[in-house]
Nanobody
Framework: QVQLVESGGGLVQPGGSLRLSCTAS????????MSWYRQAPGQERELVAD????????NYADSVKGRFTISRDNAKNTVDLEMNSLKPEDTAAYYC?????????WGKGTLVTVSS
């Protein structure tokens, strides 16, 4: 069955770094555009970063540009989010998302807390 499993979340101090990873299975990963979304308590889910199926195109939310980097490995069926210079406002549940035409899948999320 289709699975997107996120890992790498946790508690980090402001200014610190974390690397999130998402491992996909059950579908043809290399066909899918991949994204990371996040949702803070009481707020709507928002797009953080996305990457095209072959990895040639990447986009970022203005709030994370220059601090976060999305990457993928189609041989390993993984998509990562490197997060640097973390701020308290980056605190949220982070979700992996896959999209191909009208078919989309979501992971269950991993929690990132930025606090001193």
């Amino acid at each position: 069955q289709v699975q997107l499993v996120e890992s790498g979340g946790g508690l980090v101090q402001p200014g610190g770094s974390l690397r999130l990873s998402c491992t996909a299975s059950g579908f043809t990963f290399r066909f899918y555009g991949m994204s990371w979304y996040r949702q803070a308590p009481g707020q709507e889910r928002e797009l953080v970063a996305d990457i095209s199926s072959a990895g040639g195109s990447r986009n970022y939310a203005d709030s994370v540009k220059g601090r976060f980097t999305i990457s993928r490995d189609n041989a390993k069926n993984t998509v990562d989010l490197e997060m640097n210079s973390l701020k308290p406002e980056d605190t949220a549940a982070y979700y992996c998302h896959a999209l191909y035409r009208s078919t989309r899948y979501w992971g269950k999320g991993t929690l990132v807390t930025v606090s001193s």
